[in-house]
Nanobody
Framework: QVQLIESGGGLVQAGGSLRLSCAAS????????MGWYRQAAGKEREFVAR????????YYADFVKGRFTISRDNARNTVYLQINSLKPEDTAIYYC?????????WGRGTQVTVSS
C-alpha cells in the first residue's frame, strides 16, 4: 500500500525558512514524478512544485519566485521542499503528491503557519 507522510511544517516568523519532507513507502518511486501542493483556509488546493523521477527536472508555480526549492533523494524515497523568505500568505497545509502510472496519491499534509 502506497503511503506518503509529510513532515517539517510548523509555526515560523515571516522571513524564516522551513524544510518539508515527504517520505514515500509501498513501492519504489525512482521514476515517478513527485510534487507539492498547498491549500490555504477557504481556498482551493494549488500546485506548488514538481520534480521528475531520475531526470530531476523541476517545475514551480509562478508565486514561488525563487523562494522554494524541490529536491528528492531516491535512495530514501523522499522528496523535499525548501521554503525560504516565508510570507504570511504562504500559510497553508502542504500536501505531497505522487503520480505512479495511472494512479496518483496524496499525503495527509503538514501545516505551515507564518506569522507577520
Amino acid at each position: 500500500q502506497v503511503q506518503l507522510i509529510e513532515s517539517g511544517g510548523g509555526l515560523v516568523q515571516a522571513g524564516g525558512s522551513l524544510r518539508l519532507s515527504c517520505a514515500a513507502s509501498g513501492r519504489t518511486f525512482t521514476g515517478d514524478p513527485m510534487g507539492w501542493y498547498r491549500q490555504a483556509a477557504g481556498k482551493e488546493r494549488e500546485f506548488v512544485a514538481r520534480i521528475r523521477g531520475s531526470g530531476g527536472s523541476t517545475y514551480y508555480a509562478d508565486f514561488v519566485k525563487g523562494r522554494f526549492t524541490i529536491s528528492r533523494d531516491n535512495a530514501r524515497n523522499t522528496v523535499y521542499l525548501q521554503i525560504n523568505s516565508l510570507k504570511p500568505e504562504d500559510t497553508a497545509i502542504y500536501y505531497c503528491h505522487l503520480v505512479a502510472g495511472t494512479d496518483d496519491y496524496w499525503g495527509r499534509g503538514t501545516q505551515v503557519t507564518v506569522s507577520s
